[in-house]
């Protein structure tokens, strides 16, 4: 921009000096007029061109400026949140991290306990099991003898009847109308006898 100035500056100078033989426009039509309309090139464009987006600068810097410094908020603003939800995520893995930790503990520790557990259960149900066992035992023991008791209750009373039957046998075997008059003739006497 400095370099556009002076050059410009440079041909006024020049147009000055020959104001004389045919005034400045003149002059700067002669100088200038190979580079600015030169056949592909025109300069005039790229001149037109650096103007205008330099007044589009002017106009839009400020509402581009506010724009950008909110986006800049905005950004920054994002980054520090991202920054603290890092953080918080970087406590929660280690509290996660530490509870696996923990975990693996809590499962030797179950594991151990239901070790006990189970050997405690087994040597309870084979206590229960000796108990029913001795009761059953006792039981069947009991019912033995009882059975026993019964069948030699009733072997007796079948003995007792046997014997008496069969003496009833041996007596009516043995008795007859001889044996039965003397039989009758003693009870008789031992009652008092007969007069």
């Not at 007044?55 to 506010?66: G, M, N, Q, T």
């Not at 953080?87 to 929660?92: G, H, L, Q, R, T």
């Not at 151990?112 to 009761?135: F, G, M, P, T």
């Not at 003995?159 to 003693?186: F, H």
Request: charged content about 35%; overall charge positive.
């Amino acid at each position: 921009m400095l370099a556009f100035i002076f050059n410009f500056l440079i041909i006024l100078a020049e147009g000055s000096a020959s104001a004389e033989k045919g005034g400045w426009l003149d002059a700067w039509n002669r100088n200038v007029d190979p580079y600015m309309n030169y056949p592909g090139f025109e300069a005039w464009r790229f001149l037109n061109l650096i103007i205008f987006f330099g007044i589009l600068a002017y106009i839009l810097k400020r509402p581009l400026s506010e724009a950008y410094k909110a986006k800049r908020e905005a950004i920054r603003a994002d980054l520090i949140r991202a920054e603290e939800e890092r953080k918080a995520a970087i406590v929660k893995l280690a509290e996660a991290e530490a509870r696996l930790a923990g975990l693996d503990a809590e499962k030797a520790r179950l594991v151990e306990h239901a070790k006990s557990e189970a050997v405690a259960e087994k040597e309870r149900i084979a206590e229960e099991i000796l108990n029913d066992v001795r009761r059953l035992r006792e039981q069947a023991e009991n019912e033995i003898d009882r059975k026993s008791q019964q069948v030699r209750v009733r072997l007796r009373r079948y003995s007792a009847e046997e014997s008496i039957r069969l003496a009833e046998e041996k007596i009516r075997s043995a008795m007859n109308s001889e044996v039965d008059s003397k039989l009758v003739k003693a009870n008789i006497q031992t009652i008092g006898g007969m007069k």
